[in-house]
Nanobody, 111 residues
Framework: QVQLVESGGGLVQPGGSLRLSCVAS????????MGWYRQTPGSQRELVALITSVGITNYADSVKGRFTISRDNAKNTAYLQMNSLKPEDTAVYYC?????WGQGTQVTVSS
């Protein structure tokens, strides 16, 4: 069974940057696409960024131009580089591949 573990969240001021990491317990991202999702209290989980098995990316309109999804297959790790962060980006961020979800990592953007 593949396990995913997110890290890199924390508290950052508006305009700052964070890089989230998603480490898989074994090689998977070279075969499967993966996505980053986020969820705030009282809201449904929403797709933030997606990368296919062949490296094609897609982004939610709200983060386009600010966030970048990538992966390092040799390290079994996917990333979400988050720049120009806004308070509305505050959420728990999750990575997902296939039917497997990570536990999530909290991102808080506040002055």
């Amino acid at each position: 069974q593949v396990q995913l573990v997110e890290s890199g969240g924390g508290l950052v001021q508006p305009g700052g940057s964070l890089r989230l990491s998603c480490v898989a317990s074994r090689s998977i991202f070279s075969i499967n696409g993966m996505g980053w999702y986020r969820q705030t209290p009282g809201s449904q989980r929403e797709l933030v960024a997606l990368i296919t098995s062949v490296g094609i990316t897609n982004y939610a309109d709200s983060v386009k131009g600010r966030f970048t999804i990538s992966r390092d297959n040799a390290k079994n790790t996917a990333y979400l580089q988050m720049n120009s962060l806004k308070p509305e980006d505050t959420a728990v961020y999750y990575c997902k591949t296939g039917v497997i979800w990570g536990q999530g990592t909290q991102v808080t953007v506040s002055s």
